[in-house]
């Protein structure tokens, strides 16, 4: 994995996890969805692409979750996650 590329990433992920944690607080993510935003890697040739996601444990789907998401989270986050199976 390029470093920068994980240097450029890291302070999305504690921002958006930051925000995210107010958003619980001030109870606009409902409490059945237990979520976080993570770090995945997808493979170009032989290097680790880093990108942000979300990891959750709800029966809603990645779309639902990115949809509530997108409503409360800053654009410049949002513009940033990728959804699993749309890394690209």
Do not use: W
């Amino acid at each position: 994995m390029n470093i920068n590329d994980h240097l450029r990433i890291k302070p999305m992920l504690e921002r958006a996890n930051y925000l995210l944690a107010t958003l619980y607080e001030n109870n606009k993510i409902p409490d059945d969805i237990c979520l976080c935003f993570v770090i995945n890697t997808y493979i170009v040739g032989i290097t680790n692409v880093p990108y942000l996601t979300f990891s959750h444990n709800s029966q809603k789907s990645f779309e639902e979750i990115f949809t509530i998401l997108n409503k409360y989270m800053p654009p410049e986050i949002m513009k940033n996650v990728k959804l699993p199976q749309n890394k690209i």
